[in-house]
T-cell receptor
Framework: GQQVMQIPQYQHVQEGEDFTTYCNSSTTLSNIQWYKQRPGGHPVFLIQLVKSGEVKKQKRLTFQFGEAKKNSSLHITATQTTDVGTYFC????????????FGKGTLLTVNP | DAGVTQSPTHLIKTRGQHVTLRCSPISGHKSVSWYQQVLGQGPQFIFQ???????GRGNFPDRFSARQFPNYSSELNVNALLLGDSALYLC???????????????FGPGTRLTVT
């Protein structure tokens, strides 16, 4: 079955440093979504990427979808303590498949 | 507008027992999905329902079942509980209009199930 892998599993940074998490799928994806889960909270939708090579920005966050639609990345510029949480990518292979497969996530901690 | 609501918040059950978890989607959302999240892992897809029909099922045993009601609320049932069923159970709704394209999922706060 479809597998979605994320690296790194953990990342600790000093406030102001940049952060990147990578997501790789074993199969070609129809779309990919990114979610953030604060400690003790529930996943909150950040963005969806659909097109090959797509790049989207949200303030300090930059999301990319690979040309082959099998990988994606999230980059945060100049991290802040409010960025703390686990970032998940979740992919869907499209067609009649309604299953959303999540990666294991990257836990980001920020030292003030 | 109210977000996705789930009940109960926490639940403690004994091995072999049965549990029912409930979810109310955001008003106007017709699609509800259930996920199991074990500590330190990403949410794992269990079911998706749209217009009261099961539209997707993850790799979970038949002890897991669900249904969606005419008001689009949903129940997740788990029979013959095992210790390994201890997890956070998340419900998510989306404004899916029935097309196979995926829409963003709005997650509820979850039900923390502990099986002893």
């Amino acid at each position: 079955g479809q597998q979605v892998m994320q690296i790194p599993q953990y990342q600790h940074v000093q406030e102001g440093e940049d952060f990147t998490t990578y997501c790789n799928s074993s199969t070609t994806l129809s779309n990919i979504q990114w979610y953030k889960q604060r400690p003790g909270g529930h996943p909150v939708f950040l963005i969806q990427l659909v097109k090959s090579g797509e790049v989207k920005k949200q303030k300090r966050l930059t999301f990319q979808f690979g040309e082959a639609k099998k990988n994606s990345s999230l980059h945060i510029t100049a991290t802040q303590t409010t960025d703390v949480g686990t970032y998940f990518c979740a992919g869907n292979s499209g067609g009649s498949n309604y299953k959303l497969t999540f990666g294991k996530g990257t836990l980001l901690t920020v030292n003030p | 507008d109210a977000g996705v609501t789930q009940s109960p918040t926490h639940l403690i059950k004994t091995r072999g027992q049965h549990v029912t978890l409930r979810c109310s989607p955001i008003s106007g959302h017709k699609s509800v999905s259930w996920y199991q999240q074990v500590l330190g892992q990403g949410p794992q897809f269990i079911f998706q329902y749209y217009e009261k029909e099961e539209r997707g099922r993850g790799n979970f045993p038949d002890r897991f079942s669900a249904r969606q009601f005419p008001n689009y609320s949903s129940e997740l049932n788990v029979n013959a509980l095992l210790l390994g069923d201890s997890a956070l159970y998340l419900c998510a709704s989306s404004r899916d209009t029935g097309r196979p394209d995926f829409y963003e999922q709005y997650f509820g706060p979850g039900t923390r199930l502990t099986v002893t």
